[in-house]
């Protein structure tokens, strides 16, 4: 058998961090293990680490990236609070007990806060990256796409359905205004075409009578 992608995660982690680091790599995996995730879970942070090695060449800082891949979900509370910024927060009071430059906390806090509205500058190629790894899941195939939006629906659950497809409706057309889903060359090549029929399809259906 092969290992569990929480094992998995924490190998990256420590690999990434050091040994030295592994009783925050293990609060970090229980964190995308909590019981109210559906899918902002160790799948999705394992999915958009693949993601990165894929885009590595695109990005300025490989490692910023991947610390803010571990740091971007850390915080994710359904109480309606701004988890970017608390997830950025972590970041900035974990990673300098691990020894961490001053410049790397930085850059991995700005990278978090980016994935609240995945908007990076043209020339952000460490944001261009993260924020494509990110959003790669738009360009899922039929079964898994469905189970996604399936997923995401049931974090919300709380939500009255007219009140959650307004707001999911709201999201995704802001996405699909963008010029471009994706900013890296590799990202916008493989997935653009796919994420945005994804998108038509899943607006159509959420304002549909």
Same mark, same amino acid.
């Given at each position: 058998m092969g290992k569990s992608v929480h094992a998995e995660l924490l190998d990256r982690w420590t690999k990434l961090a050091g040994p030295q680091?592994?009783? /925050?790599? +293990?609060?970090?995996?229980?964190? #995308?293990?909590?019981?109210?995730?559906? #899918?902002?879970?160790?799948?999705?942070?394992?999915?958009? !680490?693949? /993601?990165?090695?894929? !885009?590595?060449? $695109?990005? +300025?800082? !490989?490692?910023?990236?991947? #610390?803010?891949? *571990? *740091?971007? $979900?850390?915080? #994710?509370?359904?109480?309606?609070?701004?988890? +970017? +910024?608390?997830?950025?927060?972590l970041a900035e009071t974990t990673l300098p007990a691990l020894g961490i430059e001053p410049e790397t906390v930085a850059e991995v806090a700005r990278l978090v806060r980016l994935t609240g509205g995945h908007h990076p500058d043209p020339a952000d190629r460490n944001g261009a990256v993260l924020c494509d790894a990110d959003l790669a899941i738009l360009a899922a195939d039929e079964s898994s796409y469905a189970a996604y939006t399936a997923a995401v629906r049931a974090e919300y659950a709380h939500v009255p359905d007219d009140l959650f497809r307004a707001g999911r409706a709201a999201v995704l057309a802001a996405l699909a205004d963008q010029p471009n889903l994706f900013r890296t060359p590799t990202a916008r090549s493989r997935y653009e075409s796919a994420a945005r029929a994804n998108l038509a399809a899943e607006l159509a259906a959420l304002t549909s009578d």
């Open positions: 680091a592994q009783a /925050v790599g +293990e609060d970090l995996v229980r964190r #995308y293990s909590e019981p109210h995730r559906r #899918y902002h879970t160790v799948d999705h942070l394992a999915a958009m !680490l693949t /993601v990165i090695d894929d !885009l590595a060449a $695109d990005a +300025e800082d !490989l490692d910023a990236v991947r #610390y803010a891949a *571990f *740091f971007h $979900d850390a915080v #994710y509370a359904m109480d309606g609070g701004d988890n +970017e +910024e608390a997830s950025a927060r």
